[in-house]
Nanobody, 122 residues
Protein backbone atom coordinates (compact mmCIF):
# COMPACT_ATOMS: atom_id res chain seq x y z
CA UNK A 1 0.00 0.00 0.00
CA UNK A 2 1.36 3.39 -0.96
CA UNK A 3 0.10 6.39 0.95
CA UNK A 4 0.11 9.98 -0.24
CA UNK A 5 -0.49 12.73 2.30
CA UNK A 6 -1.52 16.19 1.18
CA UNK A 7 -3.21 19.35 2.36
CA UNK A 8 -0.55 20.89 4.55
CA UNK A 9 0.38 24.53 4.39
CA UNK A 10 0.75 27.77 6.28
CA UNK A 11 -2.16 28.94 8.39
CA UNK A 12 -2.64 31.51 11.12
CA UNK A 13 -3.43 30.51 14.67
CA UNK A 14 -7.12 29.80 15.04
CA UNK A 15 -7.41 28.69 11.44
CA UNK A 16 -8.27 25.33 9.92
CA UNK A 17 -6.78 22.84 7.50
CA UNK A 18 -7.92 19.49 6.15
CA UNK A 19 -5.32 16.88 5.41
CA UNK A 20 -5.93 13.98 3.06
CA UNK A 21 -4.24 10.62 2.75
CA UNK A 22 -4.84 8.67 -0.43
CA UNK A 23 -4.03 4.97 -0.68
CA UNK A 24 -3.03 3.09 -3.77
CA UNK A 25 -4.89 -0.12 -3.18
CA UNK A 26 -8.45 -1.23 -2.73
CA UNK A 27 -7.38 -3.18 0.34
CA UNK A 28 -7.21 0.21 2.09
CA UNK A 29 -10.48 -0.63 3.80
CA UNK A 30 -8.86 -3.58 5.58
CA UNK A 31 -6.39 -1.42 7.48
CA UNK A 32 -6.60 0.63 10.59
CA UNK A 33 -5.35 4.11 9.79
CA UNK A 34 -3.75 6.90 11.76
CA UNK A 35 -2.19 10.32 11.66
CA UNK A 36 1.05 11.10 13.46
CA UNK A 37 3.08 14.27 13.54
CA UNK A 38 6.68 15.16 14.17
CA UNK A 39 7.94 18.57 15.12
CA UNK A 40 11.63 19.48 14.70
CA UNK A 41 13.73 17.86 17.37
CA UNK A 42 10.83 15.84 18.77
CA UNK A 43 9.64 12.27 18.52
CA UNK A 44 6.80 11.26 16.26
CA UNK A 45 3.54 11.82 18.11
CA UNK A 46 0.15 10.16 17.79
CA UNK A 47 -2.60 12.49 16.54
CA UNK A 48 -5.61 10.36 15.64
CA UNK A 49 -6.58 6.87 14.54
CA UNK A 50 -9.51 5.15 12.90
CA UNK A 51 -10.35 1.49 12.84
CA UNK A 52 -10.68 -0.15 9.43
CA UNK A 53 -14.41 0.47 9.24
CA UNK A 54 -14.26 4.00 10.57
CA UNK A 55 -16.58 2.92 13.32
CA UNK A 56 -14.18 3.86 16.10
CA UNK A 57 -11.78 6.76 16.31
CA UNK A 58 -9.21 7.76 18.89
CA UNK A 59 -7.19 10.85 19.62
CA UNK A 60 -5.13 12.23 22.50
CA UNK A 61 -6.37 15.02 24.74
CA UNK A 62 -4.02 17.48 23.05
CA UNK A 63 -6.14 17.50 19.89
CA UNK A 64 -9.48 16.15 21.08
CA UNK A 65 -12.30 18.50 20.19
CA UNK A 66 -10.16 20.26 17.57
CA UNK A 67 -9.08 17.48 15.20
CA UNK A 68 -11.39 14.96 13.56
CA UNK A 69 -10.28 11.87 11.69
CA UNK A 70 -12.50 10.30 9.07
CA UNK A 71 -12.20 7.97 6.12
CA UNK A 72 -13.98 7.17 2.91
CA UNK A 73 -13.18 3.58 2.04
CA UNK A 74 -14.93 3.89 -1.30
CA UNK A 75 -12.38 6.57 -2.25
CA UNK A 76 -9.41 4.92 -0.49
CA UNK A 77 -8.91 8.19 1.36
CA UNK A 78 -8.52 9.27 4.97
CA UNK A 79 -8.90 12.82 6.25
CA UNK A 80 -7.84 14.90 9.21
CA UNK A 81 -9.90 18.02 9.79
CA UNK A 82 -7.92 20.37 12.01
CA UNK A 83 -9.64 23.35 13.59
CA UNK A 84 -8.51 26.05 16.00
CA UNK A 85 -4.88 25.43 15.16
CA UNK A 86 -2.13 26.71 17.42
CA UNK A 87 1.61 27.18 16.80
CA UNK A 88 2.16 24.03 18.86
CA UNK A 89 0.47 22.06 16.06
CA UNK A 90 3.30 22.95 13.69
CA UNK A 91 4.84 19.71 12.46
CA UNK A 92 5.15 17.31 9.56
CA UNK A 93 2.02 15.18 9.54
CA UNK A 94 2.23 11.56 8.45
CA UNK A 95 -0.48 9.09 7.64
CA UNK A 96 -0.02 5.42 8.40
CA UNK A 97 -1.80 2.15 7.77
CA UNK A 98 -1.57 -1.28 9.31
CA UNK A 99 -2.91 -3.75 11.77
CA UNK A 100 -1.26 -2.31 14.88
CA UNK A 101 -1.78 -3.86 18.27
CA UNK A 102 -1.86 -0.34 19.71
CA UNK A 103 -3.52 2.25 17.50
CA UNK A 104 -1.62 5.06 19.21
CA UNK A 105 1.82 3.56 18.80
CA UNK A 106 4.16 4.08 15.86
CA UNK A 107 5.16 0.43 16.06
CA UNK A 108 2.88 -1.87 14.13
CA UNK A 109 1.97 0.46 11.30
CA UNK A 110 3.38 -1.10 8.17
CA UNK A 111 2.84 1.66 5.68
CA UNK A 112 3.67 5.36 5.91
CA UNK A 113 3.06 8.36 3.71
CA UNK A 114 5.77 10.87 2.95
CA UNK A 115 4.42 13.56 5.26
CA UNK A 116 2.91 16.97 4.71
CA UNK A 117 4.10 20.10 6.51
CA UNK A 118 1.70 22.13 8.60
CA UNK A 119 2.94 25.49 9.83
CA UNK A 120 0.82 27.57 12.18
CA UNK A 121 1.85 31.17 12.66
CA UNK A 122 1.03 33.17 15.77
Amino acid sequence: VQLQASGGGLVQAGGSLRLSCSASRRTFSRYDMAWFRQAPGKEREFVAASTWSGGSTYSPDSVKGRFTISRDNAKNTMYLQMNNLTPEDTAVYYCAAGPPADLGSVAGYEYWGQGTLVTVSS
